[in-house]
């Protein structure tokens, strides 16, 4: 099995800064792209960032400039900088990734989500 873990959420001021954590751990050979998407009661979740197993990141429009991707392979393991917030940006975050499992099926996983609450 493969379990992706986020941590990282809570409740800012707008303005202030979050970084979120998520490990990927079990049963895994390889990870392909990992990202984070965000999702409001009533709407589709949505893609905030991706980025890619060299590292190459790709940003939603409406956090660039604001919010950084990156990934610490060794530890399968994917961040979220997330800077001068607002309180737009409230969100249940998840992290995804799509990757290899030791029995060489590939299949994309979710975290469980962790809240980010933005104050003005």
């Known amino acids: 099995q493969v379990q992706l873990v986020e941590s990282g959420g809570g409740l800012v001021q707008a303005g202030e800064s979050l970084r979120l954590s998520c490990a990927a751990s079990?049963?895994?050979?390889?990870?392909?792209?990992m990202g984070w998407y965000r999702q409001t009661p009533g709407k589709q979740r949505e893609l905030v960032a991706h980025?890619?197993?060299?590292?190459?990141?790709n940003y939603a429009d409406f956090v660039k400039g604001r919010f950084s991707i990156s990934r610490d392979n060794a530890k399968n393991t994917v961040y979220l900088q997330m800077n001068s917030l607002k309180p737009e940006d409230t969100a249940v975050y998840f992290c995804?990734?799509?990757?290899?499992?030791?029995?060489?099926?590939?299949?994309?996983?979710w975290g469980q989500g962790t809240q980010v609450t933005v104050s003005s």
């Open positions: 980025i890619t197993s060299s590292g190459t990141p």
């Open positions: 079990g049963m895994i050979f390889s990870i392909n792209s």
């Open positions: 995804n990734a799509d990757l290899y499992t030791t029995r060489r099926i590939r299949g994309d996983y």
